[in-house]
């Protein structure tokens, strides 16, 4: 079946960098974009970054380009998506997921996102 594990949340100081992993099996990782969102408590879950399925197309809103710096990548043989988050700052504080795009298209929305992780806590301290 599906399985998507998030890695390397934890806790980082304000200014600090994190790099998460998602390994992925039970589907042809090469063939889908994948994404990563993320949530806090509360809230609803927030879309991050989206890459297409060689890494030549990046999907991602004003929104967060604005707000903190980020880099999405992936390696499709070994089946896994990353996110280098840089300069973090406490909003940045969320569980962080990634899932497979069903439609393809690096939508933001997490509707059209499915067989979501477990998600990863990143911790972001001032």
């Known amino acids: 079946q599906v399985q998507l594990v998030e890695s390397g949340g934890g806790l980082v100081q304000a200014g600090g960098s994190l790099r998460l992993s998602c390994a992925a099996s039970?589907?042809?990782?090469?063939?889908?974009?994948m994404g990563w969102f993320r949530q806090v408590p509360g809230k609803e879950r927030e879309f991050v970054a989206a890459?297409?399925?060689?890494?030549?197309?990046?999907?991602?809103t004003d929104s967060v380009k604005g707000r903190f710096t980020i880099t999405i990548s992936r390696a499709n043989a070994k089946n896994t998506l990353y996110l280098q988050m840089n300069s973090l700052k406490p909003e940045d504080t969320a569980v962080y997921y990634c899932?497979?795009?069903?439609?393809?298209?690096?939508?933001?929305?997490?509707?059209?996102?499915?067989?979501w992780g477990q998600g990863t806590q990143v911790t972001v301290s001032s």
């Open positions: 899932a497979v795009d069903l439609q393809r298209s690096g939508s933001p929305l997490a509707a059209h996102y499915a067989y």
């Open positions: 890459i297409n399925w060689s890494g030549g197309s990046i999907y991602s």
């Open positions: 039970g589907f042809t990782f090469r063939r889908y974009t």
